[in-house]
């Protein structure tokens, strides 16, 4: 029997697994070697070798990404859900009366039909009134308290700690390849500003995501912003490229999406001319996340997955493809 | 008599001014000494020490320009205007009939009061027509070919090479500073990016100004973007500090106004905690330039004037702090 290597004889020892080691220059430590992991390093490789036929210069290497379920967990409920919750229980106590409006009374029932049933007024409403009449420093507060204590259901873990680590590791590497990253949310754009920059590095002008309207006006001698509780845009489906075009002003090179609410977007940024990417996070993984896709009520994804193929989307698998999901988590 | 020396004799001979050498590391060559770019010099060394109370981290330096009279020439008309009226003069030899529409008819005619009579259902209906109904690539393509062509009147030259060099020297150098630099426009946000990145390499998705409502569609298999005729928000006065919000979501710590339409983001910016730089181009050379302020129907300067030393906003008198004014000119 040959004696064991000093390192290997350590691991039995301390009980630490041997993992092949990561190599210094591995740009995406937390993906496994796949098809998906792959045809990312490709890309990029193309688009960023100067005199390559696919060379973008670095202004027009715009990426997009989703948030939820793209970027961090959105189940059982998207977490922005689980911050009205919090944020209607806590006005209720104040106001008790609040308790009979429809979409409140739905939220505190956790009554999902009555929430889906509530229709655009109903959501209006419900989010007029727990994100509008502050300014929007008050909001910001707000939700970086609330992200601050709230924990997740299962993981039992500040949502913030759920984003996904290969995810923040792609949008890292893009950016160290002159990409601008940006997301485009569903959520609402104050809500995921508040968080885009210590979790993915994104800066509050990168986010573009679902606004409400706001006021500008002067409080006795103090310029002032107010929230109004209106919403003025829903970026989601058919948004998304509006918010790209809008905000951005140009058609991204890369698109990462996980439901069928990314798919207009993944359409308007595949079918530009030259090199292309669009990305699904698929949801395999019902031990270590959730699996989910076509007959979920979060995330649905159906229509995407399925022109997938066709479209030259590349489909992640979470299972197969990330070595692990969480930041500072084996699993 | 002492011989002169070998530059002067030169200089006597080609006739060439002996200028105080410019210094190398100088970062504002075009700004004469005075107490504005001292101010500037001085708000930045503050804002960039590392261990200075005023030091602020980079991703908090935000700097927003107003573009129409502040880093490029506004008279005899916005430039924009001048695009709507060969646009119209275009669109009216294609269809006749359209003279009639009283927007039509009052460029036409270039009848100012006309105009200023429309209301803003009446502008509407002419920027709308003018500008809507077109994918923004059309829009872009349209923009730039007539920004290649057109000429001033006074200065036959490209509105392009028209930008203020000392504003193009102080973009750059606070963008070599680590600011953020913004364009902050009453113009329309599409227009502005046809030009931004050449003429102050200011990104598209560093543009915020007026928009035009637009819709995303099929056309057929071609996802495509339309823009509607209908003006969805109007990026003047009070608009300023809500596109800042909307799109930045922070608040700035350097703003440029030349107008009262910059009054609210000078008093926006200026608020904030912390060191803060409000600036204001004063037009004071009708000679190289113009001479315009209180009483002028464009870009009109009155109460941000009177208000300037009370609220410490540093005025920039452009016929004394500025040693050149446009790019590659004597004057």
């Avoid at 940024?269 to 996070?281: D, K, N, Q, S």
Wanted: proline share 8%; net charge negative.
């Amino acid at each position: 029997m040959t004696a064991p290597r000093p390192t290997v004889l350590l691991a039995l020892v301390f009980g630490i697994g041997l993992a092949a080691p990561a190599q210094a220059d591995d740009p995406l430590p937390s993906w496994n070697d796949s098809p998906a992991r792959e045809a990312i390093i490709a890309f990029v490789e193309a688009v960023t070798t100067e005199g390559s036929p696919d060379f973008v210069p670095p202004g027009d290497r715009i990426a997009v990404f989703d948030n939820d379920g793209a970027l961090w967990c959105e189940r059982p409920v998207y977490v922005q859900a689980a911050f009205i919750a919090d944020r209607v229980a806590a006005m209720v106590e104040d106001d008790p009366t609040l308790a009979e409006r429809p979409g409140f009374k739905a939220v505190l029932d956790r009554d999902l039909k009555a929430l889906a049933d509530l229709g655009e007024a109903g959501i209006a409403d419900l989010v007029a009134a727990t994100h509008g009449g502050m300014t929007p420093e008050a909001f910001e507060a707000m939700a970086r308290d609330w992200l601050a204590t709230a924990r997740h259901p299962r993981f039992d873990r500040p949502y913030t700690e759920l984003t996904y680590q290969p995810m923040v590791e792609l949008v890292d590497f893009l950016r160290g390849h002159g990409f601008s990253t940006f997301i485009v949310t569903g959520g609402g754009v104050e809500f995921v500003r508040t968080f885009a920059e210590p979790a993915y590095g994104i800066p509050t002008q990168q986010v573009v995501g679902s606004t409400i309207a706001l006021r500008f006006e002067m409080q006795g001698d103090e310029p002032t912003i107010v929230r109004e509780p209106r919403i003025s845009f829903i970026d989601d489906g058919p948004g998304k490229p509006v918010g790209i075009q809008s905000h951005i002003g140009r058609r991204p090179i890369l698109a990462v999406g996980n439901s069928d609410g990314d798919y207009e977007m993944l359409r308007w940024t595949t079918a530009g001319a030259g090199p292309r990417l669009g990305l699904i996070v698929h949801h395999t993984d019902a031990d270590r996340e959730y699996a989910y896709d076509r007959e979920s009520p979060v995330g649905r994804l159906d229509r995407a997955l399925d022109e997938a193929p066709d479209r030259g989307w590349v489909v992640i698998d979470m299972k197969r493809d990330w070595e692990s999901i969480f930041p500072g988590s084996s699993r």
